[in-house]
């Protein structure tokens, strides 16, 4: 069953500034569904007009059979979104911020309280419940606005860039966070990042966006249809080389030498004899040869162009 | 409706705030009222009439009060606007004229009490206090002075995104308004160009009608009409504005 469902939405600001256009895409019931792309491809676009924040300028999406164009208020009943900013009172407590905002979707006075305790033992928070949001850390502010986004159950949660300005511990355990809450809830899950591994722990599917949608698929699925291989070169000594000239290989699309190992993003492996070949007429000494998976990032690079 | 009033009141008092809402209508009063009518003149002519100082003060103190919300709510509601808060609002099924509602009501209490306050400090220190009849016109305009510069600054707030802006916009707005008015002195017996700016001032209306019925003198009709005039067109700009800024 579908829960969102968009079908070319497009939105165009000033009558020519394209953000989004001809937008498609089905999310399944407690699918987490990956908007991914570099900055200004419109994701952020694209959540604002599936939360009915900002209206289409061409095209329409239905969030649980409702379009986002005529049935605004029956979509709010059952959507949570979670900003990049963190749209909290500063100023207040963390209690005060879950208790009005639990209030504000409808939680009656007698559960408010229970609910609060609950998400903040959930989060490990329970001992800065009175403390005022504005002297957290920001990996804690994040946490409170998770705390908040999963206070009370909805079909459908918007993260936009859950993670944004964590450091990398920050990010693990906000991502171990939001994959056990929401297999709580059973709610589908639309993340808008343009951190890869973000997408790869998270995301059963993913869409990849500049503007236009590029490609959608499951995050195993897309490294396969790319065709991308690493082949990692361990070198006993990297000399004055800078390997530019293996760009010259039509096929490899990138190349990075880090710790003594060279790692030849291609799309075709067979290239390995080539690539090995000109290594040796450089009179460079091969110690190791491996193929390696590559990441979600690499498919991002190449999907967007970069070498 | 009741959980934004909260909100309202729970950010609104703190300490600080609270502290901040009786400082500066008591330094007003005290420290420039009192020096003003002690060292300078004890009274002062108002349409006609000799009235004391301190109390002539009070009246233009309270409207100063409605014009520092001009202020506020421009930075307030600048700030739901960076922090997505209203956005999160609407996300959550929530009209933003509830939440336009909810400040006006809080900020009216607050404006109440400072009311309630300098009233009874203007007594305290003048012997001069109000009919209820009076009071209760007062509160009115004071309600009247408070849509406009709510409804102005919250435009501001929604449109401004620069913070630059924004203490420009206020530093340019507070400060001649607060005295290119009739609040602290006799605009009729200021010179011809003071005279001729002040009554460009929405706050000079205010302040007068407020004044007015303090003394329970004659209301001007085109006064009130002016100020009546200019709210309704500023809080019409407002519901436009709410309107585009929820219909992106």
Redesign the interface.
């Known amino acids: 069953m579908n829960i969102i469902e968009a079908v070319s939405l497009t939105k165009i600001y000033d009558g020519s500034i394209k953000a989004v256009e001809d937008l498609s895409f089905r999310v399944k019931k407690g699918e987490i569904f990956g908007l991914l792309g570099p900055n200004g491809a419109g994701k952020t676009t694209t959540i ?1 007009m599936l ?5 289409p300028t061409d095209g329409t999406a239905y969030i649980c059979g409702y379009n986002i164009q005529t049935d605004k ?1 029956e979509i ?2 059952r ?3 979670v ?7 500063l ?2 407590s963390v209690y ?1 911020n879950l208790y ?2 639990a ?3 409808g939680v009656p006075k007698a559960l408010r309280r229970n609910l609060i305790l609950n998400i903040l033992n959930e989060l490990e928070l329970t001992d800065k419940i009175n403390s005022q949001v504005i002297s957290l850390s920001t990996g804690l502010q994040r946490k409170v606005q998770l705390a908040r986004a999963f206070l009370v159950k909805r079909d459908v949660i918007f993260l936009d860039e859950p993670t944004l300005g964590l450091d990398p511990i920050g990010k693990m355990k906000a991502w171990d966070l939001i994959k056990r809450l929401i297999k709580n809830d059973r709610a589908s899950v639309i993340i808008a990042t343009n951190d890869m591994r973000e997408a790869e722990v998270l995301c059963d599917r993913v869409l990849m966006l500049k503007t236009k949608p590029i490609i959608v698929g499951d995050v195993g699925e897309l490294k396969k249809i790319r065709g991308l291989t690493i082949i990692r070169l361990s070198l006993k000594d990297k000399g004055k080389s800078d390997f530019s000239f293996l760009g010259d290989i039509n096929g490899v699309l990138k190349t990075e030498y880090k710790n003594g190992n060279l790692d030849v993003t291609v799309n075709d492996p067979s290239l390995v004899h080539e690539i090995v070949s000109q290594l040796i007429d450089r009179k460079l000494v091969l110690l190791k040869v491996q193929t390696v998976e590559p990441s979600i990032e690499d498919v991002f690079l190449l999907t967007f162009g970069v070498k | 409706m009741l959980a934004l009033i909260w909100r309202e009141y729970k950010l609104g008092t703190t300490a600080y705030l609270l502290i901040s809402y009786i400082l500066t209508p008591t330094i007003y009063l005290i420290i420039f009222a009192l020096t003003v009518s002690t060292s300078i003149a004890p009274t002062i002519i108002y349409q006609g009439l000799y009235v004391n100082y301190i109390s002539f003060i009070a009246a233009g103190i309270i409207g100063i009060q409605t014009l520092s919300m001009f202020n506020q709510s421009f930075a307030i509601t600048r700030l739901d606007v960076i922090t997505n808060f209203l956005t999160v609002l609407m996300t959550s099924n929530i009209k933003l004229y509830k939440y336009v509602l909810a400040r006006i009501l809080t900020i009216y209490s607050v404006l109440f009490t400072q009311f309630v306050y300098v009233v009874f400090l203007a007594y305290i220190l003048s012997g001069y206090f109000p009919s209820i009849l009076g009071a209760c016109l007062a509160l009115t305009f004071m309600f009247i002075g408070l849509l406009f510069w709510f409804s102005l600054g919250t435009i501001c707030g929604l449109h401004i995104k620069n913070e630059l802006t924004r203490d420009i916009v206020m530093l340019m707005v507070s400060t001649p308004a607060t005295f290119l008015s009739s609040s602290l002195y006799n605009l009729d017996q200021a010179p011809q160009i003071i005279k001729m700016l002040g009554y460009l001032n929405p706050l000079t209306y205010i302040v007068n009608l407020i004044r007015s019925s303090y003394f329970g003198l004659t209301i001007e009709l085109t006064e009130l009409l002016t100020l009546v005039t200019i709210t309704s067109l500023t809080l019409f700009f407002l519901a436009r504005s709410i309107h585009k800024f929820a219909i992106k």
């Open positions: 604002g939360t009915t924040i900002i209206k208020d709010r009943k959507i949570i979104l900003p990049q900013e963190p749209a909290m009172d100023f207040l005060d009005f905002y209030w504000l979707q």
